[in-house]
């Protein structure tokens, strides 16, 4: 089973709104990463977040982690259409140290 | 190359043929994944090779999936007498195992359709 569910499964906003999703996990981890995927293709990292650090910043991009909940959550400000994507979680387990198990993923759409 | 690549893009084949998926990893790197994505699904993982290591097959869905990875570098996974249900997008990523930072880099994937 996917050791990551997202929720929402589809998120839909206006350009300018800010888009949050959430991701939790089964298991004790080394860290989360979310990743982006265009069009059913490639992933594109976007952030890694440590099992140690609760919050990481990158651009208009704010991810927070809470290990005791076994959650994180990926916050977008001031979307713009181009963030029209699917955003998955992916974790890498403490007893599996170099294997990513990603979520279901969220479809986010931003309309201009 | 700049990234990872996969070939074909796109490969449709009738069931019960055998089909061969490439991977041409970013050099230098030492682990290569395998992942099949279905329609609007997650990543599913396949298989994992990690230098000279034995693969972590724990993935591989049945007996009719196999991954060769010759030289370290290129990679093939090999589906033999494929069913319908193999249908799916192939995604392969390689990583720069460096600690605990293992950011995958993902090519472009293959999509398979078996008629």
């Known amino acids: 089973s996917q050791q990551g569910e997202e929720d929402p499964q589809a998120l839909s906003i206006q350009e300018g709104e800010n888009a949050t999703m959430n991701c939790s996990y089964k298991t004790s981890i080394n860290n989360l990463q979310w990743y982006r995927q265009n069009s059913g293709r490639g992933l594109v990292h976007l952030i890694l977040i440590r099992s140690n650090e609760r919050e990481k910043h990158s651009g208009r991009l704010r991810v927070t982690l809470d290990t005791s909940k076994k959650s994180s959550s990926l916050l977008i400000t001031a979307s713009r259409a181009a963030d029209t994507a699917s955003y998955f979680c992916?974790?890498?387990?403490?007893?599996?140290?170099?294997?990513?198990?990603f979520g279901t993923g969220t479809r986010l759409l931003v309309s201009p | 190359g700049a990234g990872v690549s996969q070939s074909p893009s796109n490969k449709v084949t009738e069931k019960g043929k055998d089909v061969e998926l490439r991977c041409d990893p970013i050099s230098g790197h030492t682990a290569l994944y395998w992942y099949r994505q279905s329609l609007g699904q997650g990543l599913e993982f396949l298989i994992y090779?990690?230098?000279?290591?034995?693969?972590?097959k724990s993935g591989l869905p049945s007996d009719r999936f196999s991954a060769e990875r010759t030289g370290g570098s290129v990679s093939t996974l090999t589906i033999q007498r494929t069913q319908q249900e193999d249908s799916a997008v192939y995604l392969c990523?390689?990583?720069?195992?460096?600690?605990?930072?293992?950011?995958?880099?993902f090519g472009p994937g293959t999509r398979l359709t078996v008629l």
């Open positions: 990523a390689s990583t720069p195992i460096r600690g605990a930072y293992n950011e995958q880099f």
């Open positions: 090779f990690q230098g000279n290591s034995a693969p972590d």
């Open positions: 992916a974790t890498d387990a403490v007893r599996s140290f170099q294997k990513l198990v």
